[in-house]
């Protein structure tokens, strides 16, 4: 039984998404898999965004530990 309630709770953390995605604006996907945090993506997008960010959508598999962060640069 706890091994059911644990495959449950991996499945439901498996894949976050918050989409609020704007159209007309290019928006790039960057990736921070591994051991490294979403900081990592974060500071992906502030080298590329020197006016700053808004973040469109980011999922995160804790199995394969990949994370994947989609954002548009302000204007």
């Known amino acids: 039984m706890k091994k059911l309630v644990l ?11 918050t989409p609020n995605a704007k159209p007309n604006r290019e928006w790039i996907s960057v990736s921070c898999n591994g051991f490294a945090s979403w900081d990592k993506c974060n500071e992906k997008a502030k080298s590329a ?27």
Request: glycine share 6%.
């Open 7 to 17: 495959i449950a709770l991996l499945a439901s953390l498996a894949a976050c998404s």
């Open 49 to 75: 965004c020197p006016n700053g960010f808004d973040i469109g959508s980011k999922e995160e598999s804790l199995i394969e530990q990949k994370r994947v962060m989609e954002f548009a640069c302000k204007p």
